[in-house]
C-alpha cells in the first residue's frame, strides 16, 4: 500500500478503503505480493502550520496509516532465511525424490512470520518476471490449524486457493486430492507453512497430521518451509516422524538481537521511516541501550514500540519521540516483565 501525503484541501486520497485481506488466502497473499513499501513525504514546515482543521486532521490520518503498517528491515536473519529458500528452490526444481525443506525456529517476536512472508514475496515476483502474464500460483501460504487434524490441514490449502466449499460428505483423500491437483496445475513449487510448533509429534493427531503433511510433501514438486516457536522443545522432532522431518530440513534459528552494531542499525533504519515534523533526528539511535532494556532485543517489540511512539505523537500534537514519550508506550507483556524495574530511568 503506497501512502501519500494529501494537498491542503483535498480529500482522502492515500487512506486505506477497508482492512488488510488475510495472507491465508490467495486474494491476500496477492495484494501483500503487489503492493509498494508505505511511502509518506511530509509537507514543508509553512504549508503544514497553515493546514486548516479538516485538511490537518485527512493528513494526519494518512500518516496514521503509514506508521501504522510494518516497515521491514532487511536483517541478516532475513536475509539468511531469503538465500538459503533461494538455495532450496534451485536444488529441489529438478528433484524427483525427497525434496529438502527449511524450518524457521525462534522466540516469539523474533521475525519468523515477517522473514517466511518476504521469502515468500520475493519468490513470487521472481515468477512473475520470468514468466509474465501467467495464471500460476507459485507460492501458497498457510497455517497449520490448531488442534489439528489431516482434513483440517487439506482444507487450509482449500480455503488459500479459494476452492468451491467443500461438501461434508467429500472425505480427506477428496480434498487432499483436489488440493494436489490445483497446486501441480498452478506451478506451486514453495509452499509456506507458519505456526507448525502446533503439530506435536508426541500426540495422535500430531502423528496424523504428520503423515498427512509428508503426504502433501511427496505429492507436490514444492519446497517446504516451516516457521514456528521453538520448535526444538514442540514435539516436532519427536519420534521417528520427527527424525525423518528433521532428516530432510535445514534449521535456521530467528532470536533477539544482541546490542551490538547490527541493532543500531536496526534503530537508525527504523528512525529513518518516521514522518513527524518536530522529531530530532538520531534521537532514537541515541537511545539503543534503553530501547535494547525495553525490548530484550526482540524485532517485533522494537517495531511496534516506535510505530506507536510515532502515532501518539501525531495524536497529542508533540510531533516527537522521546525517551519520556517511549517510557509511556505499552508493549509486549513478555518485553515488560523482562525488563528491569528502573529501565525506564537508565541512560540512553
Known sequence: MVVNAVEPGGDETGLPDDRTDPSTRLEGWRRFVEADPAVFDLLPD????????????????????????????RTSTVKEIAHQGRLLTLLNQREHGARRGMIVSGQWTTGKTTAL???????????????????????????????????????EFARFLG????????????????????????????????????????TTAGEDLSDHLKY????????????????????LFTGIRGKQLGGRCIL??????????????????????????????????????????????????????????????????SERITKASLRNIRIDHNSESDSPPDAGREAG
Open 46 to 73: 509553512p504549508q503544514w502550520q497553515a493546514l486548516t482543521p479538516q485538511p490537518r486532521k485527512t493528513y494526519d490520518e494518512a500518516r496514521i496509516a503509514y506508521h501504522s503498517e510494518l516497515q521491514v528491515v
Open 117 to 155: 512472508k518476504q521469502l515468500g514475496r520475493t519468490h513470487e515476483l521472481r515468477i512473475q518476471q520470468r514468466y509474465p502474464g501467467s495464471d500460476r500460483i507459485p507460492v501458497v501460504y498457510i497455517t497449520a490449524p490448531p488442534k489439528g487434524s489431516p482434513r483440517k490441514l487439506a482444507l
Open 163 to 202: 476452492l468451491p466449499v467443500i461438501n461434508p460428505r467429500h472425505n480427506t483423500i477428496d480434498v487432499t486430492s483436489a488440493v494436489c491437483q490445483v497446486m501441480i496445475e498452478a506451478r506451486t513449487d514453495l509452499v509456506l507453512v507458519d505456526e507448525i510448533h502446533l503439530l506435536n509429534h508426541a
Open 216 to 235: 502433501f510433501t511427496e505429492h507436490l514438486p514444492a519446497t517446504f518451509v516451516y516457521a514456528g516457536i521453538n520448535v526444538e522443545k514442540s514435539g
Open 252 to 317: 535456521v534459528r530467528t532470536g533477539a538481537f544482541p546490542r551490538n552494531t547490527e541493532w543500531k542499525a536496526l534503530i537508525a533504519s527504523l528512525e529513518s521511516t518516521l514522518r513527524l515534523h518536530r522529531h530530532t533526528p538520531d534521537t532514537l539511535a541515541g537511545l539503543s541501550k534503553y530501547l535494547h532494556q525495553r525490548t530484550g532485543g526482540m524485532i517485533g517489540s522494537l517495531s511496534h514500540l516506535i510505530r506507536a511512539a510515532a502515532i501518539s505523537a501525531i495524536l497529542d500534537g
